[in-house]
C-alpha cells in the first residue's frame, strides 16, 4: 500500500507562482512512475507531468515551461512547481503513483489551486 498526501495548493493571482508537494508513505520512486494529474469543474482528469524512476520527465502542452515535476528521494516527496499561473490552471491537483511492475495505481487526497485576481 501506498499513501501520498498533497499540500500546497492555495490562491494565487494571475503570473504568481505555488510549489505543490506530495509526500509518499515510503521509499518507492525506484519502482513507480510518479505524476501530477488536475481536474478543472466539468472537465476531465488530466495528465499534468510526470517523471519516471530514470529520472524522465515529461508534460502536458499547456504547461511546458511554466511547471516543473521534480523528486527528493531523500524526503520521499515529489514536488510541481508552477509558475505564471493563469486562471485556465485552477483545478484540484493529484499525486498519483503508478508501479512499473504491477502497473496498480495510488492517488492522493488533491489539492486545490485558484488562479484569480
Known amino acids: 500500500q501506498v499513501q501520498l498526501v498533497e499540500s500546497g495548493g492555495g490562491l494565487v493571482q494571475p503570473g504568481g507562482s505555488l510549489r505543490l508537494s506530495c509526500a509518499t508513505s515510503?521509499?518507492?520512486?525506484?519502482?513507480?512512475?510518479m505524476g501530477w494529474y488536475r481536474q478543472a469543474p466539468g472537465k476531465q482528469r488530466e495528465l499534468v507531468a510526470a517523471?519516471?524512476?530514470?529520472?524522465?520527465?515529461n508534460y502536458a502542452d499547456s504547461v511546458k515551461g511554466r511547471f516543473t515535476i521534480s523528486k527528493d528521494n531523500a524526503k520521499n516527496t515529489v514536488y510541481l512547481q508552477m509558475n505564471s499561473l493563469n486562471p485556465e490552471d485552477t483545478a484540484v491537483y493529484y499525486c498519483?503513483?503508478?508501479?512499473?511492475?504491477?502497473?496498480?495505481?495510488?492517488w492522493g487526497q488533491g489539492t486545490q489551486v485558484t488562479v484569480s485576481s
Open positions: 517523471i519516471t524512476p530514470g529520472g524522465t520527465t
Open positions: 515510503r521509499s518507492i520512486f525506484n519502482i513507480y512512475l
Open positions: 498519483s503513483a503508478r508501479s512499473v511492475i504491477s502497473n496498480r495505481i495510488y
